[in-house]
């Protein structure tokens, strides 16, 4: 039991002073001399330390991870009505006899007219739109501005048989966001723009005609 507790002492003075060798110094009630503090990579058994984040240039590249997802929910309702009521009389007019102007007696009395007019207009609208987005583009480094700032530039283009898929990607990075596995994600770049553009048997399914295009831009009806 003692041999157990003496090398349970010894490995806790070299976990924590860095040697067993401590135990004579520690030993002594005048010493007071100590090892070095404790710290995680002396301590741990599984620490690993962390890379070093490498220093970045014109035209090298890296990771955009891309995970965009939107919705817009728009309803509207208008109902408007407008009601008009008029009469008119002619009570005074007037007779060319000969070269002359006279009044008109009206004999057969004041001509009138009366009538009344109602505008009815009532409009409901909705509105909802899902859009999601998730791919992995390769940037390049195009400049970099004067604070540290990166600015990337990304072109990815799929082509299966005849359908094309054409990703374009640019925006402002921070250097600290970009992660050690030489990736940055889509929320943690400023100026974002992605423009995406399809073509093919799939695109030519549900694009719209010259025609409806028109009719949506000028709305006749």
């Given at each position: 039991?003692?041999?157990?507790l003496l090398?349970?002492?010894i490995?806790l003075?070299?976990?924590?002073n860095?040697?067993?060798m401590a135990?004579?110094?520690?030993s002594?009630?005048?010493?007071t ?6 710290t ?13 984040q490498r ?7 890296i ?13 509207g309702?208008?109902?408007r ?12 007019w ?23 007019m ?7 609208s909705e509105?909802?739109?899902r859009e999601?987005?998730?791919?992995r583009?390769a940037?390049e ?26 990703i374009y ?16 994600l ?36």
């Open positions: 039991m003692r041999i157990h090398t349970l002492i490995i003075e070299w976990v924590l860095g040697s067993p135990i004579a110094q520690t002594s009630l005048l010493g001399s100590q090892g070095p503090p404790p995680l990579d002396r301590l741990s058994w599984t620490y690993q330390t962390p890379p070093e220093t970045l240039k014109l035209r090298d590249v990771t955009v991870v891309v995970d965009e997802k939107t919705q817009v929910i728009a309803e309702q208008m109902d009505r407008k009601n008009a009521n008029g009469k008119f009389v002619l009570s005074d007037i007779l060319l006899k000969g070269w002359s102007l006279i009044p008109d007696p009206q004999s057969k009395g004041d001509p009138t007219i009366g009538g009344s109602e505008n009815k207009y009532r409009a409901e509105l909802q739109s999601a987005l998730k791919l583009v940037c480094i195009v400049d970099i501005r004067p604070n540290g700032n990166l600015v990337i530039e990304g072109r990815r283009t799929i082509q299966v048989n005849n359908d094309i898929w054409e990607l640019t925006g402002t990075v921070w250097p600290k966001s970009i992660l050690p596995d030489n990736t940055v889509s929320e943690n770049i400023a100026d974002l723009r992605i423009v995406k553009r399809e073509a093919g048997h799939v695109r030519d399914g549900y694009r719209r005609g010259w025609l409806l295009k028109w009719l949506d831009t000028h709305q006749p009806f």
